[in-house]
C-alpha cells in the first residue's frame, strides 16, 4: 500500500500535545467512492471532542480527524459516474480530512465553484449543511416567520442567520456573549436583525417584544440545559425548535411539558455525521441545487457568506483548535473573524 501523510494522535485520544503528521495508508477507492486529494480542511469543534475520546466515531468512518474539505479528485472507484480525474470539488466525510488523501462516497461531494478558493470551499460542509437541516428540513422556515438564532458567532450560527435571511424570515434575533459579537452579527450582509446578550437580558422576553407578544415559529439551539424553559417561552404556536447540542447540559429538572401540548410545539433533535450516506447524499443534492451558487467568499459577492477566521498550515492548524475550543468557527467582535481553516502543504 502506498503511504500518505495525515494528522494523527498518538494513543488514539489526548491532549493537543498528541497530535502529530505522521505517515499512514494512502485510502483506495472502493465501488462508488472518490479519492481526492487534499488542498484544505475545516476545523470543528467535533474534531476537538473526538480528539480528547468524546467523540464516537461513526461504523465505517475514518479514525482520522476531520470531516470537511476541498481538493482534486485524484482517482476513481468502481461505478462511479459522477466525476473525472482532475475535477475540483469540496465535500463532507465520516472522518479523514486531516491527510492528503480522503475517500469520499460520490454522492457527498460538492463542484467547487471557480469564485470560492481552496480554503473557503473547505469551510462550508459541516457548518452550512448542518444549519441547513436545521433551518430548512427540520424546522420547516417559511416566508415572514420568525427565527431565534441560538450561538449566533459559531459557524452554524452565522450559516443558519443568513439562510433564514435569504429564505425570507422576518426577523432573526440571534444571541451571543458580548455586544463585540452581536454588533459584528448585526452589521454582516444578510445579519441578524436583532441581537441579544444570553449573559445580560432574557431572551425570551425580547423576542416577545420583537414579535408582538406572537414568539418565533423557529428556535435553533446549541445549548440545552440552561437555554430550554426560555426556548420554550420564546416559541410562538406551532413553533418548531431543533436541538444541535447540549453544551450547558442534557437534563432538564423539573420539566413543565403542559406549553409543549397547548402550543403544539414540535422539538427535533438533528446530528449529521450519524447519518446514513444515502441520506447526507440527498441533503447534500438539495444544498448543492438550492444554495451552493448563492454563497461567496471574501469578494462578498452573493446573498450568503462564509467567514474565515483564519487559514494556516495543517499542523497550526491544530494548534489553533486547541486555542480557539469554545467555538469551531467563531466570531471575536472582528470583521475578519469566521472558520478555521488548514491547508495541506
Not at 189 to 199: E, F, I, L, S
Not at 297 to 307: F, L, S, Y
Amino acid at each position: 500500500m502506498a503511504p500518505m501523510r495525515a494528522v494523527l494522535i498518538k494513543d488514539g485520544k489526548g491532549p493537543i500535545e498528541n497530535l502529530f503528521i505522521g505517515e499512514t495508508e494512502k485510502p483506495v477507492p472502493s465501488s462508488g467512492q472518490v479519492l481526492v486529494k487534499i488542498k484544505a480542511f475545516g476545523l470543528n469543534r467535533m474534531d476537538l471532542s473526538q480528539r480528547q475520546g468524546g467523540y464516537p466515531v461513526p461504523p465505517g468512518a475514518s479514525t482520522i480527524l476531520g470531516v470537511e474539505f476541498s481538493g482534486l479528485v485524484s482517482e476513481l472507484g468502481p461505478d462511479v459516474t459522477s466525476w473525472n480525474v482532475g475535477d475540483e470539488v469540496f465535500g463532507l466525510a465520516g472522518g479523514g480530512a486531516y491527510a492528503e488523501y480522503i475517500n469520499c462516497h460520490q454522492g457527498l461531494l460538492i463542484p467547487k465553484p471557480s469564485h470560492l478558493s481552496w480554503v473557503e470551499a473547505a469551510s462550508i460542509p459541516e457548518n452550512f449543511l448542518t444549519a441547513y437541516q436545521a433551518l430548512i428540513k427540520y424546522g420547516e422556515v417559511e416566508k415572514n416567520e420568525d427565527v431565534l438564532v441560538h450561538a449566533g458567532a459559531s459557524g452554524v450560527g452565522v450559516a443558519a442567520i443568513q439562510l433564514a435571511r435569504v429564505f425570507g424570515a422576518r426577523s432573526v434575533t440571534a444571541t451571543a456573549s458580548t455586544q463585540e459579537k452581536l454588533d459584528w452579527l448585526l452589521s454582516m450582509p444578510n445579519g441578524a436583525t436583532h441581537g441579544v446578550n444570553y449573559k445580560s437580558q432574557d431572551f425570551a422576553e425580547e423576542v416577545k417584544s420583537t414579535t408582538n407578544g406572537k414568539g418565533v415559529e423557529v428556535v435553533i439551539d446549541f445549548v440545552g440545559q440552561s437555554h430550554w424553559t426560555k426556548n420554550i417561552e420564546s416559541l410562538a404556536k406551532d413553533g418548531r425548535m431543533t436541538m444541535l447540542g447540549v453544551m450547558s447540559g442534557n437534563v432538564v429538572p423539573s420539566v413543565d411539558l403542559l406549553p409543549i401540548l397547548y402550543k403544539r410545539l414540535r422539538i427535533q433533535g438533528s446530528t449529521l455525521r450519524s447519518r446514513s450516506v444515502e441520506y447526507q447524499a440527498e441533503l447534500i443534492a438539495v444544498f448543492k441545487r438550492d444554495i451552493v451558487d448563492k454563497i461567496s467568499g471574501a469578494d462578498g459577492v452573493g446573498p450568503i457568506r462564509t467567514w474565515i477566521h483564519k487559514g494556516s498550515s495543517w499542523m497550526e492548524a491544530g494548534l489553533s483548535l486547541d486555542r480557539h475550543s469554545t467555538s469551531t468557527a467563531r466570531d471575536d467582535g472582528k470583521q475578519n473573524s469566521g472558520k478555521i481553516i488548514g491547508e495541506v502543504v
